[in-house]
């Protein structure tokens, strides 16, 4: 049973920076997607930023976060990044850490795995 922790996020003022934090266990095999989804009061889940736990050189992002977030992953202590620079007001939401066996989807439904979320807030 795979088992997610999220952490890092905060309050920030716009055009700053935060890095979230999941930590991952008992997953017993690489090839797993791993990947940040949000989701704003009202709003449905969208993902934001995937990657493969055996592809470390190649991330997927969505468009309204291309340039600004970066994902990666420590292997030794299986640990998803989400570095979020020059934030802005509409990045607020609770952001997800999630995990499915196999390819990445953007679609939240495939994801089997999911952390208990993280508060992102960001003021104008």
């Known amino acids: 049973q795979v088992q997610l922790v999220e952490s890092g996020g905060g309050s920030v003022q716009a055009g700053g920076s935060l890095r979230l934090s999941c930590t991952a266990s008992g997953y017993t095999y690489m090839g797993y997607c791993m990947g940040w989804f949000r989701q704003a009061p009202g709003k449905e889940r969208e993902g934001v930023a995937l990657m493969r736990t055996d592809e470390p050189n190649n991330a997927y992002y969505t468009n309204d976060v291309k340039g600004r977030f970066t994902i990666s992953r420590d292997s030794a202590t299986n640990t998803l990044y989400l570095q979020m620079n020059s934030l802005k007001v509409e990045d607020s939401a609770m952001y997800f850490c999630?995990?499915?066996?196999?390819?990445?989807?953007?679609?939240?439904?495939?994801?089997?795995?999911w952390g208990q979320g993280t508060q992102v807030t960001v003021s104008s």
């Open positions: 999630a995990a499915r066996g196999g390819r990445c989807w953007w679609a939240p439904s495939h994801y089997d795995y």
